[in-house]
């Protein structure tokens, strides 16, 4: 079965930039919000997206009227005759549950059905759908007209069939498709602890100011922002609850939230949104004084850099020995849904192996409890590369 009738259910920045996806894809696009007046702003908002690119030159304005063509805003029964279905709704459970029920009623037995969950098991979304075997998982990036990346995520009884179909439609909206087993946080969310996780901990241990740390990840490894800037970013807060939600998943002493996040958020400082979090904010813009910090010196730099590098890495390892992915999707993962410099396995490949080791090893030898300690012990396949 080919996908030529496409619905997006949620018209919120994921579901429009999705159905703006699909629109210039080439598939008929059927857009749907239980909420009309978001439905409506969705769609004013793809609209005027399509616009924007063709008077950047992105595409021509004859594509721009012909992806707009493709649009058609719906209620929850005009999803019906579409050969897959996206779901954008919030991240609950119980939500995309109901949801998925309701779309296998509208949708008919042969509809193949994804979310877009960048945290929840598809296997436990689809647990009490009657043909588990055409739900998979479409994890697009934020915001999905500029993150060419999407985590094809494989539940306990997804079908190939599915993972090809939706494979294939990614590739046809011009993102790149990678494939991940059901595991928490699937590729970039698990792989990317401790870019934060890590920092917090040297800002705590006095290693260096969230400036020095910062500078150092965005000069000297080539990040596009440092891990306290992106924490503003995206939120305090919102990064606890991810960090808190995935130690309740699995107890992994490496995946612990730190308690300067807790502090933080009890403070009120979030981010960018509260006008301050790791820095001060004045209209939505870092403080110059409060973003200049202070220099520190190459030894210091180096040591930050590949102290977070070799965690990254070591998750990495630990990540494909799981059969989370293979090593290739998890570079092109990290670089095409994060835009980093280069994947965990190119920076082993960059610094050796040898000398990733010898950083964790160190670290676990300072460690002060046997907890700490296994926070950076090496995984077995990185290990037999020593």
Known sequence: MSVERLGVVGAGTMGAGIAQLGCLGGFEVVLHDPDPQALASGADRL????????????????????????????????????????????????LKRKLFAELEDTCGPDALLATNTSSIPV??????????????????????????????????????????????????????????????????????????????????????????????????????????????????????????????QREVPRWEPHPIQEEMVAAGKLGRKAGQGFYAYE??????????????????????????VSCLVNEAS??????????????TAMRLGLNHPRGPFEWREELGADRVIATLDMLAEAAESEREAERYRVADSLRELA
């Open 47 to 94: 609209r005027a997206a399509l616009a924007k690119g063709a008077g950047k030159g992105l595409w021509e304005p004859a594509e721009a009227a012909q992806a707009e063509g493709k649009l058609e805003t719906v209620a929850f029964d005009g999803l019906a005759g579409c050969d897959l279905v996206i779901e954008a709704a919030p991240e609950d459970l119980a």
């Open 283 to 308: 209209g939505g813009r870092k403080a110059e004084e409060i973003a200049r910090g202070s220099t520190v010196g190459a030894e210091v730099r180096r040591t930050i850099l590949e102290r977070i």
């Open 123 to 248: 296997s436990e979304i689809a647990a009490e759908t009657a043909k588990p075997e055409r739900v998979c998982g479409m994890h697009f990036f934020n915001p999905p007209p500029l993150m060419r990346l999407v985590e094809i995520i494989a539940g306990e009884r997804t079908g190939e069939p599915a993972l090809v179909q939706a494979t294939e439609v990614a590739r046809a909206m011009d993102r790149e498709p990678v494939r991940t087993a059901d595991a928490p946080g699937f590729i970039v969310n698990r792989c990317n602890r401790p870019f934060a996780l890590e920092a917090l901990r040297m800002l705590g241990e006095k290693v260096a100011t969230c400036a020095e740390i910062d500078r150092t990840m965005r000069d000297d490894g080539g990040y596009r922002m440092g891990p306290f800037e992106l924490m503003d970013l995206i939120g305090v807060d919102v990064n606890l609850k991810v960090a808190q939600s995935f130690y309740s």
């Open 318 to 331: 630990f990540a494909v020995a799981e059969g989370v992915a293979e090593p290739a999707d998890v570079d």
